[in-house]
């Protein structure tokens, strides 16, 4: 009667599965409603996620795009996601028992002949197969959020890197607008000298400000090369790939800024790492109260035995192999998993903390960045075209020197590249506050 009831759960324990689909399915559906896009495990449809991401490329790469195709292709991040497939395997293998053990021994001597054989099971792991594998459970359930954690914090550095390119090929195209003109004043002024109309001052200040605006070039082509290869890392690409396009400017500021109400409660509810250390304390605390039903027995061990001799009737029985408590009585163990847990009640409380802090500094600096972005577009840029336009028909009334049209010119210049700067710091601001809040307050992307 006991061996019929044993014997499904011997069945059953050979039949979990080892595939990492089913834990990356799970993570794949949790990154899809949080950032919009699914990863996929790199495995026998490489092929069609290589025409995909091919498919991505021939057009100008957006932000969203940027992140579809480092989710896809980038393999460190398929090394990371595989992490469910161990998580899976150790989940399985908590339902399998140990191999049962068979013994045979034969000796003869004096004409006699004596073999004994036996076959014994892990009674102990039978009896604590439940245990095991809701302990498994819970370490797969902590390994998927980890992996979503980093799928996502990914996802959000390959946007972070999508911004600093784009600025940085809008700030070249700028530098070089900045070098013709300053080229052209140069020349300018060089007529102006030669005719006696201009000091060599003059001449050798705008031919300064045109090095220096040469110089802008070099530095804004040196940051584009910077930005493109970190993009291209995140994105996963080499090759004929690392040709792709960007768009020539940054999305434009929004029409206004989110405003969003509980923060923090936000955060503690989102993000993954609060989620990932809650569910590691809950596991421990678990695990301690089967260390606790386990710490006088650990190895027990049931079997069948025979035996039969020359001459004699074949005798049979059972062994039972129980190991005895005299020099470890368990309580180094329970200590330890006391000691884990509390570890980990305070890595709860930790992250909290973080999480909290974090979210009302992102927030604060996405709202500064965006008033400072805004500031910029309303204020700096309309006052300096004014003065370009009323600086110009002064001059061509013949009330303003070439020197002031040149001197305000440069000004200019620099109001643009600090305008292109403040809107690149607000998307930055932007990135970094979805991930404080543990993913974007809502769809829009830039």
Known sequence: MRAALLLPLLVLAGCASTSPQEGADAVAT??????????????????????????????????????????????????????????????????????????????????????????????????????????????????RLSVAAAIEGHALATRKAWIEAVAAGQSLVYARQVNVAADASAELMGRMAKAGNASQLDLAREQAFHAEAAAGVLRAQRALDGAREHLTRQLGLWGAQAGYTLPERLPELPAAPRDLARIEQTALERRLDVQAARVSAEQLARDLGLTRSTRFVNVLDLGYHNKSETGSARANGYEVGLELPLFDWGGARVARAEALYMQAVYRVRDAAVNARSEARESYLGYRASYDLARHYRDEVIPLRKKIADETLLRYNGMLASPFELLADAREQAQAVSSTIDALKEFWLADCALEGALGGRPNKETP
């Open 30 to 143: 949790l990154v899809q409603q949080r950032l919009g896009v699914a990863p996929r495990l790199a495995g026998p449809d490489a092929q069609a996620v290589s025409q995909e991401v091919e498919a991505l490329l021939k057009e100008p790469v957006s932000i969203d795009a940027a992140v579809r195709i480092a989710l896809l292709n980038h393999p460190g991040l398929q090394a990371t996601y595989w992490d469910v497939g161990v998580a899976q395997a150790d989940l399985a293998q908590a339902a399998r028992l140990r191999n049962p053990a068979l013994g045979f021994s034969r000796l003869s001597g004096h004409g006699e002949v004596e073999i004994e054989r036996s076959i014994g099971f892990d009674l102990a792991g039978l009896l604590t197969m439940p245990l095991r594998q809701r302990m498994e459970a819970r370490r797969a359930e902590s390994a």
